[in-house]
């Protein structure tokens, strides 16, 4: 398979939503869930945004932000 149709195969795979609203999320060590302390990246699928969250506030604010835009350009 070449390059090129790598590429075209993988954008037509990434056109669904269980693509556009997926996440990869990776913790830290130091992240201690009973004590309330989330420490990792998040990065996701559809766009490949990524950040780096200290918080599970910040976790799901990122998770949150990144499925309205999918949300905004799945509008007719």
């Avoid at 932000?65 to 949300?71: D, G, I, P, T």
């Amino acid at each position: 398979m070449t390059d090129n149709a790598r590429l075209l195969y993988c954008l037509l795979l990434m056109k669904g939503w269980q693509y556009k609203a997926a996440f990869v999320i990776q913790f830290r060590p130091e992240t201690d869930i009973e004590a309330g302390r989330f420490d990792g990246k998040v990065e996701h699928v559809g766009s490949s945004r990524a950040i780096r969250f200290h918080s599970l506030d910040e976790l799901l604010s990122f998770i949150a932000s990144a499925l309205a835009e999918v949300r905004k350009t799945e509008q007719p």
